[in-house]
């Protein structure tokens, strides 16, 4: 059983900035694929961003291709999430999550957190 925590939510302004972590509670956290996926209000869960777990290639919708970066410290158990030049429509619940295999595929994942809420204002 693998317990991710996300932190760093909150509202920010449009053109901003935000970095999110998610802190994993394992010894094998090296071997787990971690991603990012968001929720927006009415809305279904959607992919924002994967890295592998043995040799960080990442990938991206075209949404956020370009201004979100997802990097990993497999020492501190951690994935980050750095959003830039964020939009309105970006605004969502983030959340993350632990797997065999990074993509954008929802059922690749094992684990999820509770999520951290990102507002962006125009």
């Known amino acids: 059983q693998v317990e991710v925590v996300e932190s760093g939510g909150r509202l920010v302004q449009a053109g901003g900035s935000l970095r999110l972590s998610c802190a994993a509670s394992?010894?094998?956290?090296?071997?787990?694929?971690m991603g990012w996926f968001r929720q927006a209000p009415g809305k279904e869960r959607e992919f924002v961003a994967a890295?592998?777990?043995?040799?960080?290639?990442?990938s991206y919708p075209s949404s956020v291709k370009g201004r979100f970066t997802i990097s990993r410290d497999n020492a501190e158990n951690t994935v980050y999430l750095q959003m830039n030049s964020l939009k309105p429509e970006d605004t969502a619940v983030y959340y993350c999550?632990?797997?065999?295999?990074?993509?954008?595929?929802?059922?690749?994942?094992?684990?999820w957190g509770q999520g951290t809420r990102v507002t962006v204002s125009s």
């Open positions: 890295i592998s777990s043995t040799d960080g290639i990442t």
């Open positions: 999550n632990a797997g065999k295999t990074a993509g954008a595929a929802i059922l690749w994942y094992d684990y």
């Open positions: 394992t010894r094998t956290f090296s071997s787990y694929a």
